[in-house]
């Protein structure tokens, strides 16, 4: 017999995928129609898009001391 713990640490081995859904620089729902697509990357807006870019530029230009 097989102990109800192992069966169920088992059918949480399946890979999770992961898709951007949220606004990397909000973090509020992308809508498929609003989306704004940049780099890779989706942004609910072309805002937010210019948010993230400056926000990865000072984090970057602070590493880099
Ligand atoms: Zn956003």
Known sequence: ??????????????????????????NKLIKKLKRYYRNGKFYCSKKCWRVFVAKTKAESAEGKK
């Open 1 to 26: 017999m097989v102990p109800d713990a192992v069966k169920e640490s088992q059918a949480e081995t399946k890979p999770k995928v992961e898709r951007q859904t949220n606004c990397l620089a909000c």
